[in-house]
């Protein structure tokens, strides 16, 4: 005895057990069993319900609502997007790429630079989020500069030596970081890179 294939949206979620079953037989002795207790109730086996093509999709789904609530951002952008049409997966995607934005925003106008970047960098090409990333990375980079700066003259140069090394490959960061690694009498980590 073969099993007849069922519309799953023609069932009931709140009145369907769904069996984890092919077997006809093993469904028709659940039925048997269970229905004198709970009348109520419809007894379907799984493979009645057809293939799940979107099965994967789903999962991207679930794992992208899950990693939204946990606040793991970059998770669920990824899930959302690779869920596709699932459900409101566009939907949540667009709201969550607000949220970070706004939330980018906010961080770089209270000079979070490094949190901001992160975030405009998240969102790749969502509205001006490149853009932006590449703006809070060139402030941060000049404050960390003038850090530096005043850290050299106010004598602190382990310090400044310190930040300017950092800053290899921006203004003449690489330059000052070596004369101060002369002055400090150490080796200049940058000289070594290169070697």
Known sequence: MALEKIDIETLDPAATIVVATGNAHKLTEIEAILGKVMPEVRFVALGQLGDFEDASLRQYYNEGVD???????????????????????????????????????????????????????????????????????????????????????????????????????????????SDLASRLGIQDTGETDNE
């Open 67 to 177: 990693a939204e609530n946990r606040k793991d951002y970059e998770k669920a952008l990824y899930d959302y997007t690779a869920a596709g049409d699932t459900a409101d997966a566009a939907d949540r995607l667009l709201n969550l790429q607000g949220q970070i934005y706004n939330r980018a925003i906010e961080l770089r106008e209270a000079r979070s630079y490094e949190e901001a970047i992160y975030l405009f960098t998240l969102l790749g090409d969502y509205l001006s989020s490149a853009r932006q990333a590449v703006e809070c990375e060139q402030i941060f980079r000049d404050e960390q500069y003038a850090q530096a700066d005043a850290l050299e003259s106010s004598g602190n140069l382990q310090e400044a030596y310190d930040l300017f090394s950092m800053l290899t490959g921006f203004r003449d960061a690489a330059q000052r970081a």
